[in-house]
């Protein structure tokens, strides 16, 4: 018989993640009367103890905002965990702090809501015998046990519309206007938008391109009287006999690599090459942000009812996961550590190139 649960956002936040919040606690709350605790900052607060007892009224009019009620972090690893003492850092493994917390509180089980790193650990939570079920977030689409993680459509959208309104000023202007999205080791973000948004160039990290083969293609499209032209690049796009480019490094964090800059990087080396004038976008974080679209406020929320419902069931250990149209409870032990990334020779890739887009290959 479960009578409270705990839940926390962890990893970069994404739109959806308070969609999700407002389904769990009011499933647990108003159809199980069960007690929710939500501790704040992802796993910090379970290291930290630092909760914030739920009621339902405290998640009404959070459906449509971005971010998360309960803040996040993509630093805070609870099996190792930053200290600073006397000026020192050390990492430690406060696992059984957690568990104390979590024993503590008389917490039955927890909803950890997060991507590959907070679904990780949740998994390593598992092993130890917490009860846990995962909520997977990302707007990198990237993680392989679900069709479609929630803030993925939220970023694509934000992103078709920037190209929308590039494309307006490229044609004024005749010329080449590139555009830098998310994206580390996949490039969903930059296929999918690229392809609603009529993207002339596509470049993912998947497939690392030849800078001929994309001078080529905007030559091309000029000899056949097109001034302008759209270039959708991933962060973690990179040339065939080159590399990602890093923009910095965060020392304390899990996955410490920042990407950002190839945008201006292939700007650079276009306009040496195709003498047009080229200009960059880096779209950054507004991906992250605001309102999430429709699919993504309905897909949080299927996702959050049915991990309460899972748990109801005494499913333990899983993660919920779209599959098709249906939402399912996948095994966490499968769920993490395999990333999705686009095939190469996938529909997507194929559709997109018969209505002419380049990859770069
Ligand atoms: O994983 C989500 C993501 O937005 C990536 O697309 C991006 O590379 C990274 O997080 C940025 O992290 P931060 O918010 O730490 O800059």
Redesign the pocket.
């Known amino acids: 018989m479960i009578k409270k649960i705990g839940v926390l956002t962890g ?2 936040d ?1 739109p959806g993640l308070n969609a999700v919040l407002r389904a769990v606690v009011k499933t647990a709350v108003c159809r199980y009367g069960w007690e929710v605790i939500g501790f704040k900052d992802g796993y910090r607060g379970l290291v930290m103890n630092d909760y914030v007892k739920f009621k339902s009224g405290d998640v009404s009019g959070i459906l449509d905002k971005g971010g998360t009620i309960l803040g996040s972090s ?1 630093k805070d690893n609870p099996f190792s965990f930053r200290i600073e003492k006397d000026g020192k850092v050390e990492y430690k493994d406060m696992s059984e702090r957690v568990i104390d917390n979590v024993n503590m509180h008389e917490i039955d089980c927890m909803v950890l809501i997060g ?1 590959d790193g907070t679904l990780t650990s949740a998994r390593d939570f598992a092993r130890k015998g917490m009860k846990v079920i995962g909520v997977p977030k ?3 689409n990237d993680l392989s046990a679900t069709d479609t993680t929630f803030g993925f459509m939220t970023a694509v959208d934000t992103a078709t519309e920037a190209i929308d309104k590039l494309h307006s000023t490229a044609e004024s202007h005749h010329r080449v206007m590139i555009l830098e999205v ?3 080791y996949a490039g969903w973000i930059a296929l999918e938008s690229g392809i609603a948004g009529g993207a002339d160039v596509i470049l993912i990290p998947e497939i690392p391109y030849d800078i001929n083969n994309i001078t080529n293609k905007l030559k091309e499209r000029e000899h056949a009287g097109k001034s302008f032209s759209i270039v959708v690049v991933a ?1 973690g796009a990179k040339p065939k006999d080159g590399d990602v480019v890093v923009s910095k490094v ?1 020392e304390n ?1 899990p996955d410490p690599i ?2 950002g800059g190839i945008g201006n990087k292939l700007a650079d080396d276009l306009e040496k090459l195709t003498g047009h004038e080229t200009r960059v976008t880096i779209l950054g ?1 507004l ?2 942000g605001g309102r999430p679209v429709p699919f993504d406020r309905i897909l949080s929320t299927r996702y959050g009812v049915a991990a309460v419902e899972m748990l109801n069931e005494g499913k333990f250990g899983m993660m919920v996961g779209l599959q098709g149209n249906s939402i399912n409870a996948v095994s966490l032990e499968d769920a993490v550590g395999k990333l999705k990334t686009v095939d190469p020779n996938g529909e997507l890739i194929r559709i997109a190139k018969s209505v002419g887009v380049g990859f770069g290959d």
Request: proline letters at 0%.
């Open positions: 990893g970069g994404c993509n991507g990302t707007i990198d998310m994206g580390r962060e965060v964090s920042r990407l974080h991906q992250r």
